[in-house]
């Protein structure tokens, strides 16, 4: 049971460059969710989904785009990216729904710089 | 605007001793809080966490209270360890959506 898993770990990219992060869990949870954590930001809500097939824009979506084709997959892509997306960049899913709030599992984390 | 607040970015205690974070947050409608303790290049793990039913629940060493008046929720750590030394997040919820508001975060360091 690998929990929550991110890839890749760390990626350096030029500004304009694509990408995509992949994020996978493997139990089974419904909910999944991207956020960014920056200096003295927090952990802010990229994007997030509900389920397969569902997405829905959070805190901060400008720039990037999300795709929830398989329940155990969510992944994040930067069409062209910017300087002032270098962050680290968290995956996290969960099984409830509200209000039968459930945590949140982390993956460890990808670390991206934009030159 | 900031929902939830946490005003102290950092925090040093004498191992042994009892380790108080605290977090403010603004809107009336959250009803669901978490606490998160994140090592250095690893992703956050769950701590504790407390419905707005409830003004307290303990988890061994690991107590959060809930001030739902003052908006105000602490977590109380006795006695700290070293290995507690990270960064702590509060997080909430509520109002009929799936997201989390996020923190600042604040780190903690026990000293031996």
């Known amino acids: 049971n690998a929990g929550v898993t991110q890839t890749p770990k760390f990626r350096v990219l030029k500004t304009g460059q694509s990408m995509t992060l992949l994020c996978a869990q493997d139990?089974?949870?419904?909910?999944m969710y991207w956020y960014r954590q920056d200096p003295g930001m927090g952990l802010r809500l990229i994007h997030y989904s509900v389920g397969e097939g569902t997405t829905a824009k959070g805190e901060v979506p400008d720039g990037y785009n999300v795709s929830r084709l398989k329940k155990q997959n969510f992944l994040l892509g930067l069409e062209s990216a910017a300087p002032s997306q270098t962050s680290v960049y968290f995956c996290?899913?969960?099984?409830?729904?509200?209000?039968?709030?459930?945590?949140?599992?982390f993956g460890p984390g990808t670390r991206l710089l934009v030159l | 605007d900031q929902q939830v607040k946490q005003n102290s970015p950092s925090l040093s205690v004498q191992e042994g001793r009892i380790s108080i974070l605290n977090c403010d947050y603004t809107?009336?409608?959250?009803?669901?809080f978490l606490w998160y303790k994140k090592y250095p290049a690893e992703g956050p793990t769950f701590l504790i966490s407390?419905?707005?039913?409830?003004d307290k629940n303990e988890d061994g060493r690991f107590t959060v209270f809930l001030n739902k008046s003052a908006k105000h929720l602490s977590l109380h750590i006795v006695p700290s360890q070293p290995g507690d030394s990270a960064v702590y997040f509060c997080?909430?919820?509520?109002?009929?959506?799936?997201?989390?508001?996020f923190g600042t975060g604040t780190r903690l360091k026990v000293l031996a």
């Open positions: 809107n009336s409608m959250f009803d669901y």
């Open positions: 139990m089974n949870h419904e909910y």
């Open positions: 997080a909430a919820s509520g109002g009929g959506t799936y997201k989390y508001i």
């Open positions: 996290a899913s969960s099984k409830g729904s509200y209000p039968y709030q459930e945590t949140q599992y």
């Open positions: 407390i419905s707005s039913i409830k």
